[in-house]
C-alpha cells in the first residue's frame, strides 16, 4: 500500500499564491510520474500538472506561467507553487502518484494512488 499525506490548502484572495505538498510512504520500489488534478464543483477531474521521474514536466494551458510541480525524491515529496491565483482556481486538488511495486497478496506492477484531496478557494 501506499499513502499520500497532502497539505497546503485554504483560502486566498485573487493574485495571492499558495504552496500545495504531497508526500508519499508505504510499500513501492520506485515512485514513476507524480501529479497534480483538480476538481471544481460540478466539474469533472482534470490535469493540473505532473512531473515525471527524469523531471520533466506537463501543464494544463491555463495554469502555464503560473503555477510550478516539483519534486523531492529523497523524500518522496511533489510540490505545487501556486502563484497569481484567480477565482476559476478554487477547487479540490488531488495528488497523484503513480508507482512500480507490489501490492499485498498480487505481483509486481505499476499502480496509481489517489490522495484525499485539499480545498484551494480563491476569493475577494
Known amino acids: 500500500q501506499v499513502q499520500l499525506v497532502e497539505s497546503g490548502g485554504g483560502l486566498v484572495q485573487p493574485g495571492g499564491s499558495l504552496r500545495l505538498s504531497c508526500a508519499a510512504s508505504?510499500?513501492?520500489?520506485?515512485?514513476?510520474?507524480m501529479g497534480w488534478y483538480r476538481q471544481a464543483p460540478g466539474k469533472g477531474r482534470e490535469l493540473v500538472a505532473t512531473i515525471s521521474s527524469d523531471g520533466s514536466t506537463n501543464y494544463a494551458a491555463s495554469v502555464k506561467g503560473r503555477f510550478t510541480i516539483s519534486r523531492d525524491s529523497a523524500k518522496n515529496t511533489v510540490h505545487l507553487q501556486m502563484l497569481t491565483l484567480k477565482p476559476e482556481d478554487t477547487a479540490v486538488y488531488y495528488c497523484?502518484?503513480?508507482?512500480?511495486?507490489?501490492?499485498?497478496?498480487?505481483?509486481?506492477?505499476?499502480?496509481?494512488?489517489w490522495g484525499q484531496g485539499t480545498q484551494v478557494t480563491v476569493s475577494s
Open positions: 497523484d502518484v503513480d508507482v512500480f511495486g507490489r501490492r499485498l497478496g498480487g505481483p509486481p506492477g505499476n499502480y496509481r494512488y
Open positions: 508505504g510499500s513501492f520500489v520506485t515512485i514513476n510520474t
